[in-house]
């Protein structure tokens, strides 16, 4: 028993490694979903809904039923968040909460303490397809064994104590759609538009779904064109009419209307929550300096030691990474450094009070879409260094396997430190309310309004969610 038991595992680990790239995405997905309901099981136990999955997607939803799926009250909810409320659109989160409400009335179910349930279903497979996607991408570009370590340091992000507001919520998909839209942009641009056919009208569209969910993203879009016009440029000025370019010429002028619509219509008081226009305390610029590298790129090898080395061992780290890629690979190096400088940038220019929350926190969710891309950059980066000893020629390089080794197992331990240490935190702002416990509370408060609604209170304390009488058992 126990040979044949050792023989299946070593077939497994085998495929795992060398098998049908599609199906290998399909298996780690769903092992993904087990793993991230681990991470964040309260929806499960608690029946918890949190800040604005209650109080504008799932409101939304309940007020529009499933007869009304991506009608025009879904539209005008997407819209007048956007001007009222947020600044911006939010169209996946709406779209999933939608979703999420359309399954519940679906099955017929009665008792919406299994609407956190559905969400946290539906949100952790998203999360987790997004999280995998580097073995679906890239197979042809780095051996199996990097994305396998892409891909199993993703699921163990570190981002403090946000577990409960992230895995399983609605909330965050926006700061995920930043990294899903970084995996597309590369996949894009490294194909060259040599074979991609339909593939560029989906990943165009959802590189568009990214951007009505999230507009930090709209610099994605900005590089790929740019990197498109660059090309027809360097070739004389030719510009062939094929699918790719239809596709990402209709991207562009989608994403220029949005931005135009951002810029000059939506009132510029609300583009910035109050939170993020507060101003930014001094600090030393070193200091700054530690912060943005350490926690937006050094965070998951480095997370227990960022108070107590000096700001001066980050950079000369991070110049060290630069040279070493230099060497190895100088496209990829202007490509790492676009792309990792922009996406950081945007999030930092986007929550300027993010570096507060840096500074005075050990990591917090607003650097989530910052490490999962510092970690694909840092190993992908690896993976070119390795495959380019021979050439580099450094004497020092004898330890690099050695090197290589303990860093990934470094972004491993902070990464299982992080989400399999279930603190109170972990689990909210201590006491939380269910669900059931606050339309329990609605109902005999009287909290009804003239449409037939129920305010029914959600966490943290003082949010609320209305929810219609008929789904009130």
């Known amino acids: 028993m126990f040979a044949s038991t050792k023989s299946i595992i070593g077939n497994s680990y085998n495929y795992i490694l060398s098998g049908n790239n599609k199906v290998v995405y399909g298996l780690i997905t769903l092992i993904g979903v087990v793993f991230l309901i681990a991470r964040n099981p309260s929806p499960f136990f608690f029946f918890d809904i949190w800040a604005e999955d209650g109080k504008y997607y799932l409101a939304s939803a309940f007020?529009?039923?499933?007869?009304?799926?991506?009608?025009?009250?879904?539209?005008?909810?997407?819209?007048?968040?956007?001007?009222?409320?947020?600044?911006?659109?939010?169209?996946?989160?709406?779209?999933?909460?939608?979703?999420?409400?359309?399954?519940?009335?679906?099955?017929?179910?009665?008792d919406l303490v299994r609407i956190p349930q559905i969400i946290a279903l539906v949100s952790n497979l998203i999360y987790s397809m997004i999280f995998a996607l580097p073995v679906l991408l890239f197979d042809k570009f780095y051996a199996r064994g990097w994305l396998l370590a892409i891909v199993g340091i993703n699921f163990l992000v570190d981002i403090g104590d946000n577990d409960f507001i992230t895995f399983g919520r609605i909330l965050q998909l926006g700061f995920l759609s930043i990294y899903l839209a970084f995996l597309l942009s590369?996949?894009?641009?490294?194909?060259?538009?040599?074979?991609?056919?339909?593939?560029?009208?989906?990943?165009?569209?959802?590189?568009?779904?990214?951007?009505?969910?999230?507009?930090?993203?709209?610099?994605?879009?900005?590089?790929?064109?740019?990197?498109?016009?660059?090309?027809?440029l360097s070739k004389g000025g030719l510009f062939t009419w094929r699918i790719s370019n239809w596709s990402l010429t209709l991207l562009g002028v989608c994403n220029l209307v949005y931005a135009v619509v951002?810029?000059?219509?939506?009132?510029?008081?609300?583009?910035?929550?109050?939170?993020a226009r507060r101003p930014i305390i001094e600090v030393p610029l070193l200091r700054i300096i530690k912060v943005f590298l350490g926690k937006l790129f050094f965070n998951q090898e480095l997370a227990w030691l960022h108070n107590r080395i000096p700001a001066i061992l980050f950079v000369f780290l991070f110049l060290?990474?630069?040279y070493l890629l230099s060497r190895a690979n100088r496209s990829w190096l202007y490509l790492s450094l676009f792309f990792w400088f922009s996406t950081s940038s945007l999030v930092v220019l986007w929550r300027p009070n993010v570096l507060l929350h840096f500074i005075k926190e050990p990591v917090i969710v607003y650097a989530m879409p910052s490490n999962l891309i510092a970690v694909f950059l840092q190993i992908s980066c690896i993976a070119i260094i390795s495959a380019s000893q021979d050439r580099l020629r450094f004497p020092k390089l004898i330890y690099w396997q050695y090197f290589v080794k303990i860093l990934i197992c470094l972004m491993v331990v902070v990464g299982l430190e992080s989400s399999l240490t279930l603190t109170s935190e972990h689990f909210?702002?201590?006491?939380?309310?269910?669900?059931?416990?606050?339309?329990?509370?609605?109902?005999?408060?009287?909290?009804?309004?003239?449409?037939?609604?129920?305010?029914?209170?959600?966490?943290?304390p003082k949010w609320t969610m209305w929810v219609p009488l008929r789904y009130i058992p």
Do not use: M
């Open 320 to 322: 060290s990474f630069l």
């Open 63 to 110: 007020k529009n039923d499933a007869a009304s799926f991506l009608s025009s009250y879904f539209w005008a909810d997407v819209f007048h968040n956007c001007w009222n409320q947020k600044g911006y659109f939010q169209f996946a989160k709406f779209l999933v909460s939608q979703f999420s409400v359309s399954i519940y009335l679906f099955l017929g179910c009665e």
């Open 186 to 232: 590369i996949y894009r641009f490294v194909r060259r538009d040599s074979n991609l056919g339909w593939q560029a009208w989906v990943i165009d569209l959802l590189l568009l779904v990214c951007t009505i969910t999230q507009p930090v993203n709209l610099i994605f879009c900005v590089f790929l064109i740019s990197a498109r016009l660059y090309s027809i």
């Open 428 to 460: 909210g702002y201590g006491s939380r309310i269910s669900i059931r416990e606050g339309i329990a509370i609605a109902k005999s408060e009287g909290r009804v309004d003239k449409e037939g609604r129920l305010q029914v209170p959600i966490n943290p």
């Open 262 to 275: 951002l810029v000059f219509f939506v009132p510029s008081e609300e583009i910035a929550p109050d939170e």
